[in-house]
């Protein structure tokens, strides 16, 4: 990442040219480059906005947008007011275009104002958009793509209510790697939950269903439901509940509670639940 940053500082160095003796601005309070890019030289940071989990709507072509969520980034430059000789919208660009391209990035859309760039670097897929205008002014939007940590679980009470009204409740706050079906630590929360639901009921037996998108093929994701469900039954068997009141089942792709279209719904869609037997 140094080498990168090095490499982008040389490539904009030549950008702007300022008059001497001038008196550079300050940065807006907490905002810094973002490590991937440094600014035009002379530039000063108007504000930011950085945010741990967001969404941003990145030109893609003509008239159509993804939505990408993840670490969020946006900060806006200014130019010195004695800056003699003002970086085209064009100029301001071409070049981050060319920095991007030379650290592995490709560009995904582009039009009289902003361009759209992606890079995968280090096991991370960046989204970056770069906007520019007449007045030498520029915005830099950068979103390292990643799913929410989810922080806050339903508790044991939610899940019997869930069951009451309607037969089934998802548990959110399970985790698993994709394509994998051992429970991450950072489940434990849930399980919990879920232990406590069962040590309060002793009559109340369940199902423990899991459920898949539909990426990939049916009978990959109805072997990989199935091996979810049974890893959080051996779990809250392990946590002191009788094997006779849990029966894991897989449902993989069969029951959507979501549009498989988008990220977003795929991500609703994978999920386990507990149903009343």
């Known amino acids: 990442m140094k080498k990168t940053y090095i490499l982008l500082l040389l490539i904009l160095s030549s950008l702007a040219v300022s008059a001497p003796g001038f008196a550079q601005k300050k940065d807006a309070a907490n905002c810094k480059d973002h490590p991937l890019i440094n600014r035009l030289p002379d530039y000063w940071i ?3 906005t950085l945010k741990q989990f967001d969404a941003y709507k ?5 008239s159509k947008t993804v939505q990408v969520e993840g670490v969020f980034t946006n900060i806006r430059y200014q130019p010195p007011a004695n800056l003699t000789v003002k970086p085209s919208t064009l100029q301001v660009l071409r070049n981050v275009e060319t920095a991007i391209k030379r650290i592995g990035g490709v560009v995904l859309a582009t039009d009289e104002s902003k361009k759209t760039f992606k890079l995968t670097k280090d096991g991370k897929e960046l989204w970056i958009e770069v906007w520019a205008d007449y007045t030498g002014k520029y915005i830099l939007t950068i979103v390292e793509k ?11 009470d939610a899940f019997a209510d869930g069951l009451k009204t309607t037969g089934h409740i998802a548990v959110e706050g399970i985790f698993f790697d994709t394509g994998k079906s051992e429970l991450k630590p950072e489940s434990a929360a849930a399980i919990s939950e879920v232990v406590k639901l069962l040590k309060a009921n002793d009559s109340l037996k369940l199902f423990v269903v899991g459920h898949t998108d539909n990426a990939g093929a049916v009978e990959a994701n109805m072997k990989l439901s199935q091996s979810r469900a049974q890893s959080v039954v051996q779990s809250l068997i392990k946590a002191g509940i009788e094997a006779p009141r849990l029966k894991a089942y897989g449902s993989g792709p069969y029951a959507p509670v979501s549009s498989n279209d988008t990220e977003e719904g795929r991500a609703k869609n994978r999920r386990v639940e507990l149903v009343k037997q």
């Open 58 to 62: 990145f030109m893609t072509g003509k």
């Open 146 to 156: 990643a799913a929410m940590n989810q922080e806050l679980v339903a508790n044991a």
């Open 46 to 48: 108007e504000s930011c």
